[in-house]
């Protein structure tokens, strides 16, 4: 089946530095790829989707100058959270599809093993 | 707007016994469900979905769900738990799995031996 890959797995950084998540579709070419932040005990909201070579759309209350999105290849997205702050601890999941974002495709979409953040 | 509610935060049922977790959903469409399982510090895994045809799906597992539109309901079935099922369970629904999906609120499966 489809594998989704996130690196890394955890991290600890210092307020005010800035950390990259990548995310990678090891044997499928992801035309989309989402972003979701999950705090404990709660579900996943969506921060943003991507599409290969296009801006990123973020949803509403998602600032997009602290969480910067790249998806420049097919099988690689990168989330990178700009300036952390200790309110950004949070597990970040990725996932990634072969359809098109806002199509009715039945394409699925496959999850990362999601990267613990955590900012000190 | 789409929404999914799961009633049940936390379950608790003994291994061997059936298991039933509930998801109700609003959309103004035909909806596109899913259901997913979490286990501790992991990503998700789809269980099964639902798009259209035969009402009663079935994914892996062992698990089922059936879609009811009249009670805009897509609950998640399992006629004997094994401990390893022990994880968080998530509806979502969107119209399109390429689509962004709106997930419910999680529900917590705990298996006693």
């Known amino acids: 089946g489809a594998v989704v890959s996130q690196h890394p797995s955890r991290v600890i950084c210092k307020s005010g530095t800035s950390v990259k998540i990548e995310c990678r579709s090891l044997?499928?070419?992801?035309?989309?790829m989402f972003w979701y932040r999950q705090f404990p005990k709660q579900s996943l909201m969506l921060m943003a989707t991507s599409n290969e070579g296009s801006k990123a759309t973020y949803e509403q209350g998602v600032e997009k100058d602290k969480f910067l999105i790249n998806h420049a290849s097919l099988t690689l997205s990168t989330l990178t959270v700009t300036s952390a702050h200790p309110e950004d601890s949070s597990f970040y999941i990725c996932s990634a599809s072969s359809g098109t974002s806002g199509g009715a495709s039945t394409d699925t979409q496959y999850f990362g093993p999601g990267t613990r953040l955590t900012v000190l | 707007a789409q929404s999914v509610t799961q009633p049940d935060i936390h379950i608790t049922v003994s291994e061997g016994a059936s298991l039933e977790l509930r998801c109700n959903y609003s959309?103004?469409?035909?909806?596109?469900l899913f259901w997913y399982v979490q286990s501790p510090g992991q990503g998700l895994q789809l269980l099964l979905k639902y798009f259209s045809g035969d009402t009663l799906v079935q994914g892996i597992k062992g698990f089922e769900a059936e879609f009811k539109r009249s009670q805009s309901s897509f609950n998640l079935r399992k006629p004997s738990v094994h401990w390893s099922d022990a994880a968080e369970y998530f509806c979502a629904v969107g119209h399109g799995t390429a689509s962004k999906l709106t997930f419910g609120t999680g529900t917590r499966l705990q298996v006693t031996l």
């Open positions: 959309y103004g469409a035909t909806p596109y």
């Open positions: 044997d499928f070419q992801a035309t989309t």
